[in-house]
């Protein structure tokens, strides 16, 4: 047994981000059969924070995937097995006696249990993944000797006569009809998402009798409904009122014009994020409209700028340069709560978060230590950011930390909006969109480039006064660069 367990290895959800307790698989690179090494990465997974992919410690085979793809698995829970001795344990049993060719032939496994499949030719993947399947038995069984006078078995696969109806095997049940085995001699957890799962716990339904009809063998809200019959009927209204009847029957639901979707992964972290630190930070919002004609046309001449050549040059890094400089002038808005030791923490960098939007949802990365950049690094890390927000690549590490925030909502033509703090920061900016405007410049009413800002705080940590300094040092670079200069 001690031999058996140093052959197989079992490689753990591991804790991937800060504390996180779960994680999605996304895609599985590896199917049984296939040879892995260390370093090697097998799975992609989502955690609450972002998509990592995961590397395997140690060379083998794969044995075995315990989980499918839509998964969410705890951390500390084994996701893969692997042989690390492939070989090993294969070698054929002992021969039997030299009387009893037609015994030999018997194979190992017993009727009625199919022989695993060998790798297929696209990288060894199956159809199924072994735990959802018949598990062929480990156990090999030595053939007995028939009895003095007894007629000699026939080989099995090649009957020299129809066996008798009695003695005939019978069929394996369906696999839905019953709990499949994993490999281990246990019983398989069935397939399903966990709101089918919750369904079927309301409605008294074990999944393990449930036939499933969704991809791969995933038990679906229909099949919990079928599984639970038809429901008791209504008692009759009288035969009088059957106009009342129909009228207050309920109308049926639009079968095919509603999709649930799981929350997790990013979105369910972000949800939970956005409701404590709006239930426990007292936000307070401020708003000021500015011209930033001046601004734009320094975009324009960065852009041709030599030592911005290859580097990303937009309006929001001049915001971000902006609000670097307004805490610089006010540090004491760079700040955290710290409400088990009653303390307020200032803070001498500055982790400057962007809100990047994403398929898998909204993510906050962040650039460490932003404040001792020069223009040409901050572009250069923004760039970097935004890239890898992009390709899903962002590590956690780089949504850790934060302290403030900038929300670009002008991307999407929103004037602005009141954002919410993340968690442990003390302010979030919402940049909103530049718009051709009439405003009164130098006594005349002239069309120039306009935006709104909005700055939300931290009431606890920043009082009024505070805030407002530093949303108007912001608008005051914006109206006049100049003072990135002077102010710096």
Same mark, same amino acid.
């Given at each position: 047994?001690?031999?058996?367990?140093? +052959?197989?290895?079992?490689?753990?959800?591991?804790?991937?981000?800060?504390?996180?307790?779960?994680?999605?698989?996304?895609?599985?690179?590896?199917?049984?059969?296939?040879?892995?090494?260390?370093?090697?990465?097998?799975?992609?997974?989502?955690?609450?924070?972002?998509?990592?992919?995961?590397?395997?410690?140690?060379?083998?085979?794969?044995?075995?995937?315990?989980?499918?793809?839509?998964?969410?698995?705890?951390?500390?829970?084994?996701?893969?097995?692997? =042989?690390?001795?492939? *070989?090993? $344990? @294969?070698?054929?049993?002992?021969?039997?006696?030299?009387?009893?060719?037609?015994?030999?032939?018997?194979?190992?496994?017993?009727?009625?249990?199919?022989?695993?499949?060998?790798? #297929?030719?696209?990288?060894?993947?199956?159809?199924?993944?072994?735990?959802?399947? &018949?598990?062929?038995?480990?156990?090999?069984?030595?053939?007995?000797?028939?009895?003095?006078?007894?007629?000699?078995?026939? #080989?099995?696969?090649?009957?020299?006569?129809?066996?008798?109806?009695?003695?005939?095997?019978?069929?394996?049940?369906?696999?839905?009809?019953?709990?499949?085995? !994993? *490999?281990?001699?246990?019983?398989? +957890?069935?397939?399903?998402?966990?709101?089918?799962?919750?369904?079927?716990?309301?409605?008294?339904?074990?999944?393990?009798?449930?036939?499933?009809?969704?991809? =791969?063998?995933?038990?679906?809200?229909?099949?919990?409904?079928?599984?639970? /019959?038809?429901?008791?009927?209504?008692?009759?209204?009288? %035969?009088?009122?059957?106009?009342?009847?129909? #009228?207050?029957?309920?109308?049926?639901?639009?079968?095919?014009?509603?999709?649930?979707?799981?929350?997790?992964?990013?979105?369910?972290?972000?949800?939970?994020?956005?409701? !404590?630190?709006?239930?426990? #930070?007292?936000?307070?919002?401020?708003?000021?409209?500015?011209?930033?004609?001046?601004?734009?046309?320094?975009?324009?001449?960065?852009?041709?700028?030599? @030592?911005?050549?290859?580097?990303?040059?937009?309006?929001?890094?001049?915001?971000?340069?902006?609000?670097?400089?307004?805490?610089?002038?006010?540090?004491?808005?760079?700040?955290?709560?710290?409400?088990?030791?009653?303390?307020?923490?200032?803070?001498?960098?500055?982790?400057?978060?962007?809100?990047?939007?994403?398929? +898998?949802?909204?993510?906050?990365?962040?650039?460490?230590?932003? *404040?001792?950049?020069?223009?040409?690094?901050?572009?250069?890390?923004?760039?970097?950011? &935004?890239?890898?927000? +992009?390709? $899903?690549?962002?590590?956690?590490?780089?949504?850790? /930390?934060?302290?403030?925030?900038?929300? !670009?909502?002008?991307?999407?033509?929103?004037?602005?909006?009141?954002?919410?703090? !993340?968690?442990?920061?003390?302010?979030?900016?919402?940049?909103?969109?530049?718009?051709?405007?009439?405003?009164?410049?130098?006594?005349? %009413?002239?069309?120039?480039?306009?935006?709104?800002?909005?700055?939300?705080?931290?009431?606890?940590?920043?009082?009024?006064?505070?805030?407002?300094?530093?949303?108007? =040092?912001?608008?005051?670079?914006?109206?006049?660069?100049?003072?990135?200069?002077?102010?710096?």
């Amino acid at each position: 047994m001690a031999a058996t367990d140093q +052959r197989f290895r079992e490689f753990k959800m591991p804790d991937v981000g800060e504390g996180l307790t779960e994680a999605e698989i996304l895609k599985w690179y590896v199917a049984p059969g296939d040879r892995v090494a260390d370093g090697q990465v097998v799975c992609e997974v989502e955690t609450a924070k972002a998509a990592v992919e995961l590397p395997i410690p140690f060379d083998g085979v794969v044995h075995e995937l315990r989980f499918g793809e839509g998964t969410t698995v705890d951390v500390g829970t084994a996701i893969i097995s692997v =042989d690390t001795q492939p *070989g090993a $344990g @294969d070698a054929p049993a002992p021969a039997a006696a030299p009387a009893e060719p037609a015994e030999a032939a018997v194979p190992a496994e017993p009727a009625g249990v199919a022989e695993p499949a060998e790798p #297929a030719e696209n990288g060894g993947r199956q159809a199924n993944l072994v735990g959802y399947g &018949v598990a062929p038995s480990s156990t090999k069984r030595r053939p007995r000797k028939p009895r003095p006078g007894a007629p000699a078995a026939p #080989a099995r696969g090649v009957p020299a006569q129809p066996l008798p109806a009695a003695a005939a095997p019978a069929p394996a049940a369906p696999a839905p009809q019953r709990p499949e085995l !994993n *490999g281990h001699g246990k019983a398989a +957890r069935p397939l399903a998402k966990p709101p089918v799962r919750k369904l079927a716990k309301d409605l008294g339904i074990d999944l393990t009798t449930v036939t499933p009809t969704g991809p =791969d063998g995933t038990i679906t809200r229909e099949d919990v409904h079928a599984a639970a /019959g038809p429901a008791p009927a209504a008692v009759a209204e009288p %035969v009088a009122q059957p106009a009342v009847a129909e #009228a207050e029957a309920a109308p049926a639901p639009a079968v095919g014009r509603e999709r649930r979707v799981p929350v997790k992964g990013v979105r369910k972290a972000t949800a939970q994020a956005m409701v !404590n630190s709006a239930f426990t #930070a007292p936000h307070v919002t401020e708003f000021i409209t500015v011209d930033v004609t001046r601004t734009m046309k320094l975009v324009a001449d960065l852009k041709q700028d030599p @030592d911005m050549a290859g580097l990303r040059v937009n309006p929001l890094l001049l915001v971000a340069k902006a609000f670097l400089v307004a805490i610089r002038r006010n540090p004491e808005i760079n700040a955290a709560w710290d409400e088990d030791a009653q303390e307020i923490v200032y803070k001498d960098y500055v982790n400057l978060g962007i809100a990047a939007a994403t398929p +898998r949802g909204l993510i906050v990365p962040n650039i460490k230590d932003a *404040g001792s950049l020069t223009l040409p690094e901050l572009a250069s890390a923004l760039g970097e950011l &935004v890239s890898t927000a +992009r390709e $899903g690549k962002t590590s956690p590490a780089a949504m850790s /930390g934060g302290t403030v925030t900038i929300t !670009n909502v002008g991307v999407f033509g929103v004037d602005t909006g009141t954002p919410i703090l !993340n968690p442990g920061e003390s302010a979030i900016l919402a940049f909103g969109a530049v718009k051709l405007q009439p405003w009164v410049h130098k006594g005349k %009413v002239k069309p120039r480039q306009v935006t709104t800002l909005a700055l939300s705080f931290d009431h606890r940590l920043v009082d009024g006064e505070l805030g407002s300094k530093v949303l108007a =040092d912001i608008a005051a670079i914006l109206e006049q660069p100049k003072r990135l200069i002077t102010w710096a």
